[in-house]
């Protein structure tokens, strides 16, 4: 058998591991906000690409990433709550409920590229969406309903069954039970793993690159429709395959970093409802 370390021996060698592991992500934040934020500007924001995305701004990239990411959330977030709330509260233990719980796991592992040929064979071409937000949407919805589920799940779980039985001793039903006791027990937690689930999808290229999104749209983008841009995809086709890609390099870095701030305030939500919800408790 092997001898067990010792809890200082542990220490350091986590100490060690998350020192190294956030070293590389201080050094690549520190390269994008060095050479981005000469591009940062409040006309960067709000202006629109011109000259083939050579000039002007990444507007267009906003509000389409954002639209993107509010249909996510419409087809994704309502789903998987009730699922969680079947799974958790109705469904018995038996091999069928483990098996979905199973396939659930699983389907959180599938590559997002899985879920974006996917979308193109089912939305697409299938349903005759053609290219368009709602197409990109639906795929997003569907690679972000194992999340939704697990992480709704495992809040569920948390709540203790004597809540329950306290609800239902007082004459509650148990829908009744589930809707004004349970569920608002658990909601911060439910809404922490929403929004950290939507932060990962509005940063996904790889779905929404069959679904619907395009590069360069002089006009505008947003409709349900049509195809739109989005800051992921942008910052793809700015930093790989532009035609001028010195000339568009500061306006990648700008991208990049617009990205991330975009991902941090949503992620700082997500930390903000967990702080509150444990100094309320």
Excluded at 87 to 95: K, Q, V
Excluded at 165 to 175: K, M
Excluded at 276 to 281: E, G, L, P, V, Y
Aim: glycine residues 10%; proline residues 5%.
């Amino acid at each position: 058998m092997m001898k067990k370390l010792s809890p200082v021996i542990e220490w350091f060698t986590l100490l060690f591991c998350t020192g190294t592991v956030l070293s590389f992500l201080v050094v690549i934040l520190y390269d994008l906000v060095v050479k981005g934020w000469s591009t940062l500007s409040w006309r960067f924001i709000t202006a629109l690409p011109t000259q083939g995305m050579t000039r002007g701004g990444i507007l267009p990239a906003i509000t389409g990433t954002i639209t993107l990411t509010l249909v996510t959330a419409l087809v994704a977030v309502p789903l998987g709550i009730g699922c969680a709330v079947y799974l958790n509260e109705y469904a018995p233990d038996n091999w069928m409920t483990r098996l979905i719980r199973g396939s659930i796991r699983n389907l959180s592992g599938v590559p997002s590229i899985i879920y974006g040929l996917f979308g193109l064979a089912l939305f697409v071409q299938g349903m005759g969406m053609g290219t368009s937000m709602i197409a990109a949407g639906l795929t997003l919805g569907l690679l972000s309903l194992p999340y939704i589920i697990s992480t709704t799940e495992e809040a569920l779980r948390r709540i203790p069954a004597s809540t329950r039985e306290a609800a239902l001793g007082i004459g509650a039903t148990q829908f009744e039970s589930i809707r004004d006791v349970v569920l608002p027990s658990a909601l911060p937690g439910i809404l922490t793993g929403v929004v950290l689930t939507l932060s990962r999808a509005a940063g996904e290229t790889a779905p929404i690159l069959f679904t619907g999104v395009a590069f360069y749209i002089t006009g505008s983008s947003g409709f349900l429709n049509q195809e739109f841009m989005a800051l992921p995809y942008h910052l793809y086709m700015l930093s790989t395959q532009h035609q001028s890609i010195e000339e568009v390099r500061p306006l990648a870095y700008g991208t990049a970093l617009v990205l991330i701030i975009v991902v941090f305030l949503l992620n700082l939500t997500a930390f903000y409802i967990r702080y509150k919800h444990s100094n309320n408790d």
